[in-house]
């Protein structure tokens, strides 16, 4: 695969003994071709996952309160409420959802549309609630409710998308794999504790939390045909969601934009 020059990389680094120097477009590229065509192990790709995840999610540089606000904290609260909501409607085994989310929305956070994005990870979707017993009920099965839960609490738990979403971005490689089972394994390799996220699925928290988000998917408007669904600052994008990027553009009313949005600037949306 012919590498093509970009001005930002990131430092890799397997066990402490490689660190590979890759454009970060061409490493997902790279991932994804290895997947497959099964070019590479599992173990291998997930190596290589797992690093980008470390150095793009929580990495400083990416995350919208490296940006020191003033001493009454007043910009940051301007900036924020010109953020532009991006919300995503899935479910957690739908191979459409985990590719887009591992291979497309994942971009955000290279582009730095992060920095002008509220963006929310809503894992519902296609479930419902059992009337007869009050029982979620999901599409393809109790792993998918299982991981569905899992995923609401570490959005909970961890309130910093920069760290749920390194959740949820894992968990969705390894659904991709058929490797969900080994879930576990995100929270050792991310070196997040998986306590707290244990504690509000046994508790019943996790529960909670996704009867929350069935009411709201319930009164999406209109109501999602497909998934991923997603929402622009309340407009469905419908089939051209994989063109959400210019729809969030568009949207921002603040001033400087991301160079992804300048790029974007000439694209007209139909």
């Not at 994942?106 to 059992?130: K, M, Q, S």
């Not at 009164?219 to 969601?241: A, C, G, M």
């Amino acid at each position: 695969m012919k590498i093509k020059p970009l001005m930002s990389y990131y430092t890799f680094k397997s066990n402490n003994l490689l660190k590979l120097y890759i454009p970060t477009r061409t490493l997902l590229e790279t991932i994804l071709l290895w997947s497959q065509n099964k070019m590479a192990s599992t173990k291998l790709i997930f190596t290589f996952v797992i690093a980008f995840l470390l150095s793009l999610f929580i990495s400083p540089s990416h995350s919208f309160w490296s940006h020191p606000p003033n001493d009454d904290g007043l910009k940051v609260s301007a900036i924020d409420s010109l953020k532009v909501n991006l919300s995503l409607y899935y479910d957690t085994l739908c191979q459409n959802c985990s590719t887009f989310i591992v291979a497309n929305l994942t971009e955000v956070f290279n582009n730095d549309l992060i920095t002008i994005i509220n963006l929310r990870l809503v894992p519902w979707a296609n479930a419902y609630i059992n009337k007869t017993n009050n029982a979620i009920v999901c599409q393809h099965g109790p792993d998918e409710c299982l991981l569905n839960t899992l995923e609401a609490c570490a959005i909970n738990v961890w309130p910093d998308v920069n760290k749920h979403y390194a959740v949820i971005y894992c968990f969705q490689f390894l659904a991709i794999e058929g490797k969900h089972k080994e879930w576990k394994s995100c929270f050792d390799t991310l070196g997040l504790n998986k306590t707290s996220v244990l504690d509000c699925y046994i508790s019943g928290n996790g529960t909670k939390l996704l009867q929350k988000y069935a009411d709201e998917t319930g009164h999406l408007n209109p109501p999602h045909r497909f998934v991923p669904w997603l929402v622009v600052n309340n407009q469905p994008l419908l089939e051209d969601y994989k063109n959400f990027a210019t729809y969030v553009c568009k949207a921002f009313k603040g001033s400087g934009a991301p160079q992804a949005c300048k790029s974007l600037v000439h694209k007209k949306i139909n």
